[in-house]
């Protein structure tokens, strides 16, 4: 069954890695950014906000995906918001910020289907972020699809080996904004390609 799984992921790979050209883009001429983020375990409302207003703050374009990696996740989530008072629903609060929800249902085999992500991977990215803690095939899928001139992630994936990957020195994973804040200090310094 893995092997069956893991040869229909390379194909699937395959068929978009073999015209993909990435490059450096500098700070100063990102006007667009994309992300990825799997809810691979227990997120609290504020870590997506904290994201949000980090890209919000510092790009002018700022388009992101969520995905649901098991069956329940939104829901908790969606649990955890309305805990912490807020008025609108997470849904609203997500979509009135650019960011699209990829639900368990809409995902088979990891590869998501062609008409739930479609609008979000037609848009043109100078950069692409994957918050890929656990290795998450969906995630590293999307971000191979995008339409982007690079993309930086959490981590080495053996899907998609054209990544900027940052990752903490030692063993211990980077937060998510602390990976952010490395990520725009080093798109500071690159000059682009």
């Known amino acids: 069954m893995w092997t069956l799984r893991k040869k229909s992921r390379e194909k699937a790979v395959n068929a978009i890695i073999s015209d993909r050209k990435y490059s450096f883009v500098n700070l100063k001429d990102i006007n667009s950014v994309g992300f990825a983020y799997p809810l691979d375990a227990d997120i609290m409302p504020n870590q997506l906000k904290n994201i949000i207003t980090f890209f919000k703050t510092r790009v002018p374009d700022v388009h992101g995906i969520i995905l649901e990696t098991k069956r329940g996740r939104?829901?908790?989530?969606?649990?955890?918001?309305?805990?912490?008072?807020?008025?609108?629903?997470?849904?609203?609060?997500?979509?009135?910020?650019?960011?699209?929800?990829?639900?368990?249902?809409?995902?088979?085999?990891?590869?998501p289907d062609t008409g739930s992500s479609g609008d979000f991977l037609n848009r043109e990215y100078q950069l692409f972020v994957n918050f890929n803690h656990n290795g998450n095939f969906t995630s590293d899928y999307i971000s191979l699809s995008a339409n982007a001139s690079m993309v930086a992630a959490m981590r080495h994936s053996s899907y998609v080996p054209?990544?900027?990957?940052?990752?903490?020195?030692?063993?211990?994973?980077?937060?998510?904004?602390?990976?952010?804040?490395?990520?725009f200090h080093y798109l500071e310094i690159i000059k682009s390609a």
């Open 74 to 111: 939104l829901k908790k989530l969606e649990s955890y918001f309305a805990a912490i008072g807020e008025k609108e629903t997470m849904e609203s609060f997500l979509i009135s910020k650019g960011v699209s929800i990829l639900k368990y249902e809409n995902i088979s085999g990891g590869i």
């Open 162 to 183: 054209c990544f900027f990957v940052l990752s903490n020195k030692g063993r211990e994973e980077l937060s998510d904004i602390d990976f952010l804040e490395q990520l």
